[in-house]
């Protein structure tokens, strides 16, 4: 996992024209909120990609599907207004919150592997393909 900090790249020196979106980040699979004097953390897994944000101390929130309108003028020259049958998209998914001691990444990372990442099984009929291992169904 990457640090970050609230207005702050490790790398260069950021001018902050954009105190919200200059601090949103992808989180693939997880993000964390670490309390330094109790020794304490809030990780929330997930299980599909997002975006992240702590704007306020104590405060971890997440865009979990984002819905334009119209043409913000930020690069896809169109509105991002994703529809099925003339409705817009409703984009589900799954958060499980964990509040435990700082020493526990590890554990976290066998959950959220157990969890999201569980094996997809397929079948098709018998004798129909020559090298399974180079078709994917």
Not at 3 to 25: D, F, I, S
Not at 91 to 116: C, E, M
Request: proline share 5%; charged share 25%; net charge neutral.
């Amino acid at each position: 996992m990457l640090k970050r900090v609230l207005n702050e790249q490790p790398t260069w020196h950021l001018n902050v024209t954009e105190p919200v979106a200059g601090n949103y980040y992808p989180v693939n699979t997880r993000a964390t909120l670490l309390d330094t004097k109790k020794k304490m953390q809030l990780t929330v897994l997930t299980d599909r990609t997002q975006g992240a944000a702590s704007l306020e101390t104590g405060q971890l929130e997440f865009m979990v599907h984002r819905r334009i309108l119209k043409d913000d003028r930020r690069g896809v020259a169109e509105a991002l207004n994703e529809t099925a049958n003339g409705e817009g998209l409703i984009a589900r998914g799954k958060h499980w919150l964990f509040y435990s001691d700082t020493p526990s990444y590890n554990i976290h990372r066998v959950v959220g592997q157990d969890l999201f990442y569980k094996p997809t099984l397929s079948f098709g009929p018998v004798g129909e393909i020559e090298n399974p291992g180079l078709v994917f169904l």
